[in-house]
C-alpha cells in the first residue's frame, strides 16, 4: 500500500506541471494589434472573448491563436505578428488567427482566414516558417513579399513571390512583382497576369491609412517558457510622431 501510496501523488504532480506548460504555450501571443481606428473587435468564442477595442487603453493588443479580428465600416488596423510581418486590414473586414511561435521565437506558423474584407501583408523573409491567408475558394502560401488579398479569391502582388491554389481543384501558380490571381467561386480555376501601374495603385489605395506620422522603434515583450524562466523578445513597432 505504501508504494501506491507513494506513486499515486507523483503521477498527479506531473500531470499538473504537464497542464501547466501546456496552458503556458497556448498562451503565446501570434501577434499585436498596434495601431487602429475607429472601432475594431478582438474575439475568440472558444475562450469566450469579446473585446471592442479602446484608442485610449488597448493599443498593443494581443492576439492569440483563434482570435478574430473585425473592423467595421470606418474601422482600419494594424496588427504586427511576432515575426515582425505586418498586416494593413481594411473596414468592414473578418479576420481569424491561428498558428504557432516556437519559444525561440525564431521558428513560426501563421495562418490567416480572411472571412470578409481586405488586407495588405509586408511579410518577412520566411525561410522555414510558414506564411498563410485562405479565403472559402483560395490559399496564399508567402515566403517573403508585400501583397493584398481579398475575401473574394483575389491576389495581388506589389513585390516578391506569393503561390496561389484554388482550393477545390489543387490547382496553383506563382505570382510575381505586379501581377494578380482570381480565383473562380468554386474553387476550381485561376485567371492571371499582369498590372498597370495604375491598377496597383488603385489596389493599393487606403492601406497608407495606419502608415501617416510614423516613428519606428524598439519594444520588448516579456512571457515565461513551459519551464518557468522568464523570457523575452524584442520587435520593431512605428509609434504616431510628435506634431
Same mark, same amino acid.
Given at each position: ?22 496552458? =503556458? ?8 494589434? +498596434? ?26 493588443? +494581443? ?5 478574430? =479580428? ?67 475558394? $483560395? ?34 501558380? $506563382? ?69
Amino acid at each position: 500500500m505504501k508504494f501506491f501510496r507513494t506513486i499515486i501523488p507523483l503521477f498527479l504532480l506531473l500531470a499538473m506541471v504537464s497542464m501547466e506548460a501546456e496552458a =503556458l504555450q497556448v498562451e503565446r501571443e501570434i501577434g499585436i494589434v +498596434r495601431r487602429f481606428k475607429p472601432d475594431v473587435t478582438v474575439t475568440n468564442l472558444d475562450k469566450d472573448k469579446l473585446k471592442t477595442l479602446d484608442p485610449a487603453e488597448d493599443i498593443g493588443e +494581443r492576439l492569440f491563436s483563434g482570435d478574430s =479580428l473585425l473592423t467595421d465600416s470606418e474601422g482600419f488596423a494594424l496588427v504586427y505578428f511576432m515575426d515582425k510581418s505586418i498586416a494593413k486590414v481594411k473596414p468592414n473586414s473578418l479576420l481569424i488567427i491561428n498558428g504557432d511561435v516556437e519559444l525561440s521565437s525564431k521558428v513560426s506558423n501563421t495562418m490567416i482566414n480572411l472571412q470578409r474584407g481586405e488586407l495588405f501583408l509586408q511579410v518577412q523573409p520566411q525561410g522555414a516558417n510558414e506564411f498563410e491567408v485562405y479565403t472559402s475558394r $483560395s490559399l496564399a502560401s508567402v515566403k517573403g513579399t508585400d501583397f493584398g488579398s481579398r475575401s473574394d479569391g483575389f491576389v495581388w502582388v506589389e513585390e516578391g513571390q506569393v503561390d496561389v491554389t484554388a482550393l477545390n481543384s489543387g490547382e496553383t501558380i $506563382s505570382l510575381f512583382d505586379e501581377m494578380y490571381a482570381q480565383v473562380d467561386e468554386e474553387g476550381n480555376s485561376i485567371d492571371s497576369g499582369m498590372l498597370e501601374q495604375a491598377e496597383l495603385r488603385t489596389l493599393n489605395t487606403g492601406f497608407d491609412e495606419m502608415d501617416t506620422d510614423l516613428i519606428q522603434k524598439e519594444i520588448i515583450l516579456k512571457f515565461r517558457d513551459q519551464n518557468g524562466q522568464l523570457r523575452e523578445i524584442k520587435i520593431d513597432v512605428f509609434e504616431e510622431g510628435q506634431n
